[in-house]
């Protein structure tokens, strides 16, 4: 299968998402997670570069990520790999854990790391694991407490120390799934935008496209698809729910009407 080539990052730092094939589980219980913690350390120190948040959810993690994209490949590629076949030992399955290659948004500015680690800390919060971002598996208790595995010195100082940290953790902002812009959006930005359900998304882009259009938009020759595709986001629609309410691959969505 060929892959598209991967946008970079000059600042050679990316948001990194990966889940499990048809988003089942990936970690059963703790020792699967401590051991995926495990070996995430141990080929960290083997790596030039270094993480400034990660997050263990049921299905699928988030990192974020400070190396240049060759490392960084070959960093999930270990990581990743390795945990598979742990886990399918372990746990008495066969095939491929993971969905696909890991997806990677490359974060161009500070107030996109700040966004996009503030995105990882709130994951478990989003999915109603926990009323706080002060979550077992992620690198927030690092940041309050000691760190391990995370490098956190640098993101303290652009959010102007721990309370300002713990602050912009704690206040009811939307979140939004790093890629849904082309430029993601910084704290200010984040308070001022609702979250939209798919259900309203559906109702919008019925409204911009007419019902004909939408039901058969996946299905349009590539012109007219992109055309339609273009509409939905100068209506407002992310990315993302686009994805989401046409089944169009993000990249396919994020790519129409840039030629």
């Keep these: 299968m060929s892959y598209s080539k991967r946008e970079q990052s000059e600042a050679d730092l990316y948001h990194v998402y990966a889940r499990g094939t048809g988003r089942r ?9 401590i051991q995926y913690c495990r ?3 141990r080929i960290l120190d083997e790596t030039k570069g270094g993480l400034y948040a990660w997050c263990l959810m049921g299905n699928h993690i988030h990192l974020v990520a400070n190396m240049q994209i060759e490392v960084l ?5 270990r990581l990743n790999g390795g945990y598979a076949r742990y886990f399918n030992e372990r746990h008495g399955r ?40 002060d979550y077992r598996w992620s690198s927030y208790r690092e940041y309050i407490s ?69 039901n058969a938009i996946a299905g349009l020759p590539r012109e007219e698809r992109d055309r339609c595709l273009v509409i939905l986001k ?19 969505v994020w790519a129409a009407g840039r030629e």
């Excluded at 990936?26 to 997670?33: C, G, K, M, N, V």
């Excluded at 066969?94 to 709130?122: C, N, W």
């Excluded at 953790?169 to 200010?188: K, S, T």
Aim: glycine letters at 6%; hydrophobic letters at 40%.
């Design 25 to 33: 589980l990936i970690f059963e219980d703790d020792t699967d997670r």
């Design 39 to 41: 070996r995430m350390s």
């Design 73 to 77: 490949s070959a960093f999930m590629k």
């Design 146 to 214: 000691f760190p391990s595995i995370t490098d956190t010195a640098f993101t303290l100082g652009l959010f102007n120390g721990l309370e300002a940290f713990k602050r912009s953790h704690e206040a009811d902002v939307a979140d939004h799934f790093l890629g849904e812009r082309d430029e993601l959006p910084g704290v200010d930005d984040m308070q001022a935008r609702r979250c939209m359900t798919t259900d309203e998304a559906v109702v919008l882009s019925i409204s911009l496209l007419g019902n004909d259009a939408f």
């Design 234 to 252: 100068k209506g407002g629609l992310s990315i993302r729910m686009i994805s989401l309410v046409t089944g169009i691959n993000r990249n396919t």
């Design 94 to 133: 066969s095939g491929h854990l993971f969905e696909s290659r890991f997806g990677s948004e490359p974060i161009k500015t500070d107030e996109q790391l700040m966004t996009a680690v503030r995105y990882v800390h709130r994951n478990p919060v989003k999915a109603n694991m926990t009323v706080s971002c």
